[in-house]
């Protein structure tokens, strides 16, 4: 007689790879209702390489070699356990059609998302297993707080401005207690771990050119964002930690002036709720900065754009949505790719978009200056094709927060003084007089004098010489002039504003970080 197949449940990760602060996995681990006690399951953490996001989501090749580092991590922390990760590949729902079948599946549980591709994706495998009679569970913990109660708390309206955001989840109190990362598997079936057929993908097939990506300064996995973590957050650097303020943090430091957890918590290798309680422990009652420039605030500005992009239609573009103030953006492609490809004639511009090419981390002013640059500052380009461009370079790119944070940038949403520009020249004089961020990542113009360092198409001809540097034949010409194009651009904004006056929402941000000393640099 024919064995019977055991029985399976599956934890599909999608994000939240990690096994720390994993409430799906461990619903995943629960004895099965009804089951008898010698009918051990076989445990099936799943990860699905998906066409549609390779097709849709530009994922440069430094996130890639993130991305697998992260998988390696994970499928080594379960094999620790006796299990091992599953990956397959092809649309979830046609995979999950074949392996509930293949593996006798009777539960299946995973992390909630709140994308609208991952929303409608989801909901079609809540079908196919409702219809196959297989037991589904899902858990929210990518954010703080559910999205939905906090706007139920926020009386069924979108919170649009920080401090609306702020006094709602202070109203909800903590977010939930973290929960332990599972440490035996003793109630599943053993398993044979060498099914080569779900094998993590190799750099071949995640198509990762090394010879394309920079230096490995954030390896992938949550071994290391739990390191991380330990390092950044932790006692011994509880001065810095209660003192953050991010205004005060440098756009151009050598080193990071802020944590670099943001990848980490873009896959889920941390958890957020487990970064908040970390805070909440290095804080122990002391003094420390408070919303929104505080550290604790950091992820509540995570929790503001996660919550408004789970709840506005088209949140990732101009056309169709609701918060979006509509400009007549330029379509120009020659000024984008100088931009995107570091050559518009600006060192401070240049070096920022050096470092997001070759590290794939820049700093959150940074990423101020260089936005604000691309779209109402300078070259009147449209946010939606800088974020293509962040979302390609940056090791968190994130579909929320990038498209909230270039809204932003470019006063289309949540932030409305639009006359508040940064220099390409003058603000990252402020932290880096000398030039030596500038210095690192555009080396011809290393020897420029610390006078000429930010305007070299000022210096003297004989000192571009000297400096082994001429503007025009080793480093770009300035793509516009700033002062010139700046006066342009306002008038600009000034006539788009008045022409969205009809519909704007007046509910918006009055006074975002950078602070008011960052006044327009011009
Ligand atoms: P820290 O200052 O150490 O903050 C801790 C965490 O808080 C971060 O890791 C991040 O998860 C969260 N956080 C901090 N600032 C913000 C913010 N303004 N909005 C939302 N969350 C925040 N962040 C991304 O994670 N992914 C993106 O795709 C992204 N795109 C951006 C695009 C633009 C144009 C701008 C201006 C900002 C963008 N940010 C994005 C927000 C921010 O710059 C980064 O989260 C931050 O710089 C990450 O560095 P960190 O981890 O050292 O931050």
Known sequence: MASKEPCSVVHWFRKGLRLHDNPALLAC?????GSASDELPILRPVYIIDPWLTKNIKCGHNRRRFFLQTLQDLD???RKLGSRLYVARGD????????????????????EDTEPYSKERDARISILAAERGIEFETRISHTLYNPESIVAHNLGSVPLTMQKLTSVVQSIGHPAKTVEAPNCLENFLPQSLDDAEYNLPTSEELDIDESQCGPCLYPGGENEALRRLDDKVCFEKAKWVREFEKPQTSPNSLEPSTTVLSPYLKYGCLSARTFYWRLIDVYSGAKHSKPPVSLMAQL????????????????????????????????????LEAWANAKTGYPFIDAIMTQLRTEGWIHHLARHSVACFLTRGDLWQSWEKGKEVFEELLL????????????????????????????????????????????????????????????????????????????????????VEHSQVLKQNLGRMKRAYADNSKTENSNMESSPVPSKKQKSQD
């Open 92 to 111: 979830p729902e046609l995979v999950f059609g074949i392996l509930f079948t293949k593996w006798n599946v009777k539960r299946i549980t995973w992390e």
């Open 300 to 335: 509540y500005w995570r929790e503001f754009f996660y919550t408004a992009g789970s709840q506005i239609k088209n949140f990732d573009k101009m056309k169709g949505n609701a918060i979006c103030k509509q400009i007549p953006w330029d379509n120009n492609p020659t000024m």
């Open 396 to 479: 968190d790119a994130d579909w929320s927060l990038n498209a909230a944070n270039w809204m932003w940038l470019s006063a289309s949403s949540f932030f409305r003084q639009y006359f508040r520009v940064y220099s390409p020249i003058a603000f990252g004089k402020k932290t880096d007089p000398n030039g030596d961020y500038i210095r690192k990542y555009l080396p011809q113009l290393r020897k420029f004098p610390n006078e000429y360092i930010y305007e070299p198409w000022n210096a003297p001809f004989a000192v571009q010489k000297a400096a082994g540097c001429i503007v025009g034949t080793d480093y770009p010409k300035r793509i």
């Open 76 to 78: 080594c922390s379960l």
């Open 29 to 33: 681990l629960k004895p099965i209702d």
